[in-house]
Structure formats: C-alpha cells, structure tokens
T-cell receptor, first 112, second 115 residues
Framework: DAGITQSPRHKVTETGTPVTLRCHQT?????MYWYRQDPGHGLRLIHY???????DKGEVSDGYSVSRSKTEDFLLTLESATSSQTSVYFC???????????FGDGTRLSIL | AQTVTQSQPEMSVQEAETVTLSCTYD???????LFWYKQPPSRQMILVIR??????QNATENRFSVNFQKAAKSFSLKISDSQLGDTAMYFC????????????FGKGMKLTVNP
C-alpha cells in the first residue's frame, strides 16, 4: 500500500473554530490532493499541490486553504469551520505521468 | 469541463454471479484515462482497474474487466464470480493527463453481494 497517513482520523469540533488536517506521505510523490466525500456527490476536489509551495484550487475550494512546505506534508485548513464542511476528507497522492492516485484512509470531520 | 455519470445508485447480486456497473462520461478530450475505485465499509479507496483511452483493448484485472466504448463515452465494469468482499461503493473516475491530473468522480453506486 502507498505510504499515506492522514491525521486525525476523526474530529468533532464547533462552528467557528479553526481546523487543520494533515496528510503525510512517504512515497516522495510530486502531486498531492485533498478531496471531500459527501453522500450523493462522490468525491470532489478541494485543492491540490504539484510541488513544494505550489498549490491550486479545485472545484470546492471556498472556505479552505492549503500549504505544502515539504514534499511529504500537505495541510488542509478550515479557517472558521461551518456545519456545511462536515464531511469525510481524503488525501491522495500521485507521481504524475498519468499514474493513478492512491488514497489515504480519510478523516471524518463533524462540525457542530 | 468533464462530467461523470453513474445512473444506478444501487445494485445487488447473488454470490458467484456476474454483475455490470455502468458509467458514462462527457468530454471533448481525445486522450484521457478512466478508473474504477472501490470503497468498502472500511472507507478505504481502492483502485480496481484503469483504462487508457488510446488503447482499444479493454482492461482486465482478474475477475474485473471493463467494456470501454469510446464513441459512446461509456465505461462499464464487469465483476465476474461475485464475492461477498465485493460489497462496496464503486466510483467511476475520469482523468485528463497533463496539468493537475485531478480525478473527476461520479456519484458512486452501492453494490451488495448476497450469500
């Protein structure tokens, strides 16, 4: 299995609080992605990174920011969490070159 | 923009039987990749099979095979000899090579294999 670790695995927090999710990889892959999974929507791209300090927005980026200061770590931050951001968040990595993405085990985030 | 449609939200099949999951997509691209991912109750996203659009031959992986119809923009997954462990959500996904190489997913369908 691809070496991808997401932390935390579960989190419950309150509306208005900041939240940071971490994705750590040991594969030295160039590309890293954050998706959210909601019933009836499949997985939707939030942000992605194509290298250290190189990031770009996906289709549902509002309310989220990301940072990648090292190849192995990709952080997703909710500056002020809202109930609509309750979801399961997946990190994925790829070496590019048309290779498939491999996913972490997901983080279940509940915002009350 | 590309879209992926999985029109069957849910299916069930008896163990050892064959089942086909449908997927259609819309794109103006000529070169792209298609994937099926499986998500069992454990929540892991597991790559099942991948198809390159420029290859006419349908991909196969053990009991899993695809029927890729490029002109019809159809990409169905056939599971032969269904097993209880095949019970999962299945997602069809599209990728345009180059640039972000992001995946565009369908909404998924739930497959239940009954004993």
């Amino acid at each position: 299995d691809a070496g991808i670790t997401q932390s935390p695995r579960h989190k419950v927090t309150e509306t208005g609080t900041p939240v940071t999710l971490r994705c750590h990889q040991t594969e030295n892959h160039r590309y890293m992605y954050w998706y959210r999974q909601d019933p009836g929507h499949g997985l939707r791209l939030i942000h992605y990174s194509y290298g250290v300090k190189d990031t770009d927005k996906g289709e549902v980026s509002d309310g989220y920011s990301v940072s990648r200061s090292k190849t192995e770590d990709f952080l997703l931050t909710l500056e002020s969490a809202t109930s609509s951001q309750t979801s399961v968040y997946f990190c994925a990595i790829s070496d590019g070159g048309r290779q498939p993405q491999h996913f972490g085990d997901g983080t279940r985030l509940s915002i009350l | 923009a590309q879209t992926v449609t999985q029109s069957q939200p849910e299916m069930s099949v008896q163990e050892a039987e064959t089942v086909t999951l449908s997927c259609t997509y819309d794109t103006s691209e000529n070169n792209y990749y298609l994937f099926w991912y499986k998500q069992p109750p454990s929540r892991q996203m597991i790559l099942v099979i991948r198809q390159e659009a420029y290859k006419q031959q349908n991909a196969t992986e053990n009991r899993f095979s695809v029927n890729f119809q490029k002109a019809a923009k159809s990409f169905s997954l056939k599971i032969s000899d269904s097993q209880l462990g095949d019970t999962a959500m299945y997602f069809c996904a599209f990728m345009k090579p180059g640039g972000s190489e992001k995946l565009v997913f369908g909404k998924g369908m739930k497959l239940t294999v009954n004993p």
